[in-house]
């Protein structure tokens, strides 16, 4: 059987390419919810714990994939990184399925981070530029959809097996191993991206009107370069607590108080499945029919919310965990990470889309990442309401760079965006060119 016969697209295609977002969250929750279990059985200190996490799936790995993935998208096509990342992920994943020292263990979340790095930023061009105009919205947010499906699914297996220890963290990774093949075998009948199939077909006329294709063609615009700060800034502040919260929530919660790991897995299940209702219900129901500004200012308020909450009231015990539960859930559901995924796909032009979300998904692991060499200690030094003050901050910037600065996309082509953008589609200002010449 040929795997080209099979022909994945619409609904099915926008699935198959979500996924990218299931793995990646899998991924981090995987290594969340075993940090304590490796600590253990290798008798780590808290600096290499710090590297582990700094080096994954939530940070440098991801960045190196990033900014890898990005322009080789858009130079070789959407479909190409299909082809491959995910053969790399399942080696990343089954090394640490069977780790059996520090080193191995490193090993397989670099390569694992590398995988998903180049594979995000690919998932959410994809889907941007198959999805139809007035929905789009909705069909982003299914990538954002898969994101918080895979740690709902990762705390609860957690729980489920924690009275196993290091055997069930194992177990975990084995699982996203699974998927992992089972999403590949499908996505080999994906159909390229058809708005860079015909984009490319006019490769030489392209690289006279906009220069380069990929890094150079993106950083030789201004309009690229403010767009970059923009959804850079609304990211990267978002995603430095986002990142810490994924990967060091248990942490967080034995800081303030619930020392039980079930518990603490079971209260992240919580904050996932109000991100799923808040995901489906909320933004790929609403996004592509209201303000968008608005849309995202709320979000990022309740954000907010959640963590004063948690601050305010450290001593509150479950009752104050229960409620930044549930705010800081919804707020992920609605909030930056989807609008940015929406928007990144909407500023930049067709021959260095990708490449933009692989620069500002490379900065923004970077900086997680330095973080993350430092978060288990820094909880320890000043206490979680140094920290959490510290986060509020962060979210704080966020909110403010999203509301003031929202594009005004909403139920517009990718064509008629260009236009507004760069005064003129990429094409016909390539067939300009060619005229000219």
Same mark, same amino acid.
């Given at each position: 059987?040929?795997?080209?016969?099979?022909?994945?697209?619409g609904?099915?295609?926008?699935?198959?390419?979500?996924?990218?977002?299931?793995?990646?969250?899998?991924s981090?929750?995987?290594i969340?919810?075993?940090?304590?279990?490796?600590?253990?059985?290798?008798?780590?200190?808290?600096?290499?714990?710090?590297l582990?996490?700094?080096?994954?799936?939530?940070a440098?790995?991801?960045?190196?994939?990033?900014?890898?993935?990005g322009?080789?998208?858009d130079?070789?096509?959407?479909?190409?990184?299909?082809?491959?990342?995910?053969?790399?992920?399942?080696?990343?994943?089954? !090394?640490?399925?069977?780790a *059996? +020292?520090? =080193?191995? &263990? $490193?090993?397989?979340?670099? /390569?694992?981070?590398?995988?998903?790095?180049?594979?995000?930023?690919?998932?959410?061009?994809?889907?941007?530029?198959?999805?139809?105009?007035?929905?789009?919205?909705?069909?982003?947010g299914t990538?954002q959809?898969?994101?918080?499906?895979?740690?709902?699914?990762?705390?609860?297996?957690?729980?489920?097996?924690?009275?196993?220890?290091?055997?069930g963290?194992?177990?975990?990774?084995?699982?996203?191993?699974?998927?992992?093949a089972?999403?590949?075998?499908?996505?080999?009948?994906?159909?390229?991206?058809q708005?860079?199939?015909?984009?490319?077909?006019?490769?030489?006329?392209?690289?006279?009107a906009?220069?380069?294709?990929?890094?150079?063609? !993106?950083?030789?615009?201004? *309009? +690229?370069? =403010?767009? &970059? $700060?923009?959804?850079?800034? /609304?990211?990267?502040?978002?995603?430095?607590?986002?990142?810490?919260?994924?990967i060091?929530?248990?942490?967080?919660?034995?800081?303030?108080?619930?020392?039980?790991?079930?518990?603490?897995n079971?209260?992240?299940?919580?904050?996932?499945?109000?991100?799923?209702?808040a995901?489906?219900?909320?933004?790929?129901?609403?996004?592509?029919?209201v303000?968008?500004?608005?849309?995202?200012?709320?979000?990022?308020?309740?954000?907010?919310?959640?963590?004063?909450?948690?601050?305010?009231?450290?001593?509150?015990?479950?009752?104050?965990?229960?409620?930044?539960?549930?705010?800081?859930?919804?707020?992920?559901?609605?909030?930056?990470?989807?609008?940015?995924?929406?928007?990144a796909?909407?500023?930049?032009?067709?021959?260095?889309?990708?490449?933009?979300?692989?620069?500002?998904?490379?900065?923004?692991?970077?900086?997680?990442?330095?973080?993350?060499y430092?978060?288990p200690?820094?909880?320890?030094?000043?206490?979680?309401?140094?920290?959490?003050?510290?986060?509020?901050?962060?979210?704080?910037?966020?909110?403010?760079?999203?509301?003031?600065?929202?594009?005004?996309?909403?139920g517009?082509?990718?064509?008629?965006?260009?236009?507004e953008?760069?005064g003129e589609?990429?094409?016909?200002?390539?067939?300009?060119?060619?005229?000219?010449?």
């Open positions: 059987m040929k795997v080209g016969a099979r022909s994945t697209t609904w099915r295609a926008t699935i198959a390419v979500a996924m990218s977002n299931y793995i990646e969250a899998g981090i929750i995987a969340a919810t075993s940090l304590a279990f490796w600590q253990a059985e290798f008798g780590l200190g808290n600096f290499a714990v710090g582990l996490a700094a080096l994954s799936a939530n440098f790995g991801a960045a190196i994939g990033a900014i890898l993935g322009p080789l998208c130079r070789f096509g959407r479909k190409a990184i299909y082809t491959y990342d995910l053969l790399v992920y399942m080696v990343g994943v089954l !090394l640490a399925t069977f *059996v +020292n520090y =080193t191995m &263990l $490193l090993a397989a979340f670099v /390569i694992t981070g590398i995988a998903v790095g180049a594979g995000v930023p690919a998932s959410w061009t994809y889907i941007a530029e198959q999805a139809p105009s007035e929905g789009r919205a909705k069909h982003v990538a959809l898969a994101w918080s499906i895979g740690p709902l699914i990762g705390f609860g297996l957690a729980a489920a097996l924690a009275p196993m220890g290091l055997l963290s194992r177990l975990i990774f084995l699982h996203l191993f699974v998927v992992a089972a999403v590949w075998w499908v996505r080999q009948g994906l159909q390229e991206s708005i860079w199939a015909d984009e490319a077909k006019g490769n030489v006329d392209v690289t006279s906009v220069g380069l294709r990929g890094l150079k063609g !993106l950083f030789s615009r201004r *309009v +690229n370069i =403010t767009a &970059l $700060l923009f959804l850079g800034g /609304i990211y990267l502040f978002w995603n430095t607590v986002a990142g810490q919260a994924g060091f929530m248990p942490r967080v919660y034995d800081t303030a108080g619930l020392h039980s790991p079930v518990a603490q079971l209260l992240q299940v919580l904050v996932w499945g109000c991100t799923v209702a995901t489906y219900f909320g933004f790929m129901r609403y996004a592509d029919r303000s968008q500004r608005w849309f995202y200012a709320g979000g990022a308020a309740l954000g907010i919310a959640g963590w004063a909450v948690l601050v305010a009231f450290t001593d509150g015990g479950v009752p104050t965990m229960l409620i930044f539960a549930v705010l800081w859930g919804v707020s992920s559901g609605i909030g930056a990470q989807a609008f940015y995924s929406l928007w796909s909407e500023m930049f032009a067709t021959p260095y889309r990708a490449s933009a979300q692989g620069v500002m998904f490379c900065v923004v692991r970077t900086f997680t990442g330095l973080l993350s430092f978060f200690t820094l909880l320890v030094a000043i206490g979680l309401t140094g920290v959490g003050l510290l986060l509020i901050g962060l979210l704080a910037v966020a909110l403010v760079i999203g509301a003031v600065w929202a594009p005004s996309t909403r517009k082509t990718l064509r008629q965006i260009e236009i953008r760069y589609t990429i094409d016909s200002a390539a067939a300009q060119s060619k005229a000219v010449a």
